[in-house]
């Protein structure tokens, strides 16, 4: 089911499957993808409680082996609405562990906030086991519509000396001295789609805490994010794809010198028993 949101200059679209972003016109312009299947089926799944991939599948949480799938199983679950008016709308899912997988009782929740020029997003995710603190990733990943990736450009809120790890596509890990720099003191990142090749571009250490894609003269959209640490993009590799996603994650795919325990995780985050965590992303047509 698709919760539509509006105001006098704006309206979005989001699926209670996976609480997905479907669609965000702000002025009459379309900023997300169209989820056409020939290229990535998806517009903006939510990604709980893994990001990528762990080591073949398993990790080990709480001292105890576990298959954790790709992007973890948010995206695959229904969202209740909890409560919506005409421009928000809060959507939730509570996940009660099953043997050999994600082993904590939790509860995800979603709240989309339209404006005028805006929309924001905030996740929340509230450990409901009463005596153990609760590890996990969480991750956005907004695809933003565009006409050549070749023609774009990515503006970093703050001057930055980035590289990113190298992904594996055998083993499907980050190889951790296998680097390339992006960035070497400066705020605009050229983009391409060969730079797509070896899949996810993952800025593991950053300042900025917004960007901005801009495609020739015009700004697409900007993605600010309070709460995330790192930052993801990605295109499918060779399909020249008419979009690009600009995800702020807490997490990421294992690297190749990681132990295997999930809670030893780069970036890991943990909640209390009985305790919120909140993230925002925000995604404005300017």
Known sequence: MIIELKTDNSTAGIETKGAELKSLVIDNREIMWCADPAYWGKTSPVLFPAIGNVRNNETIIDGQKVKLIKHGFARDNEFKVIKQ???????????????????????????YALYRDKLTVTYSVYNNHPKKDMPFCIGAHPAIACNNLDNCRLLFQCKERASTPVMNLETRLFESKNRINRIGGGSKLKLSYDMFD?????????????????EGKQTLATISFEGFNTLGLWTPAGKRAGFICIEPWCGSDDYDNDSGIFEEKKDIQTVPPKKLRNYTMTISAN
């Open 198 to 214: 070896n899949d996810v571009v993952y800025f593991d250490k950053l300042k900025s805490r917004s960007v901005t894609l801009t």
């Open 85 to 111: 008016l005409e421009s928000s709308v809060v959507l939730s899912f509570t996940y009660l562990p099953k043997a050999g997988m994600y082993p904590f009782p939790c509860t995800l929740s979603l709240c």
